[in-house]
Nanobody, 124 residues
Framework: QVQLVESGGGLVQAGGSLRLSCAAS????????MGWFRQAPGKERESVAA????????YYADSVKGRFTISRDNAGNTVNLQMNSLKPEDTAVYYC?????????????????WGQGTQVTVSS
């Protein structure tokens, strides 16, 4: 069992930056691939970024490529999402997720554990 707690959301103006963090419980964090997903009101959940167990392989949705960076610290049981050049369309609840595989996947249905989410609001 893994428990995930996100932090770092908030309100920011367009063009600004935020850094989301996800703290994971348990001693097997390095056994999990991790992902960030988001869901805006009235829209389906979508993948934002994912990272494999070691951090050597990452995935980004086209909409965030070049602006967002996912990273992980296995010693500290954390995964982060650095978000730069934010746009109003990035407004959503952002979720951290873990999957019981070492390889990453962009599909939310393949993830086993989820955090409670953190709100990101980007004003124009």
């Amino acid at each position: 069992q893994v428990q995930l707690v996100e932090s770092g959301g908030g309100l920011v103006q367009a063009g600004g930056s935020l850094r989301l963090s996800c703290a994971a419980s348990g001693r097997t964090f390095s056994s999990y691939a991790m992902g960030w997903f988001r869901q805006a009101p009235g829209k389906e959940r979508e993948s934002v970024a994912a990272i494999n167990w070691s951090g050597s392989n990452t995935y980004y949705a086209d909409s965030v490529k070049g602006r967002f960076t996912i990273s992980r610290d296995n010693a500290g049981n954390t995964v982060n999402l650095q978000m730069n050049s934010l746009k109003p369309e990035d407004t959503a609840v952002y979720y951290c997720a873990a999957r019981r595989k070492v390889t990453l996947d962009s599909r939310w249905a393949t993830y086993d554990y989820w955090g409670q989410g953190t709100q990101v609001t980007v004003s124009s």
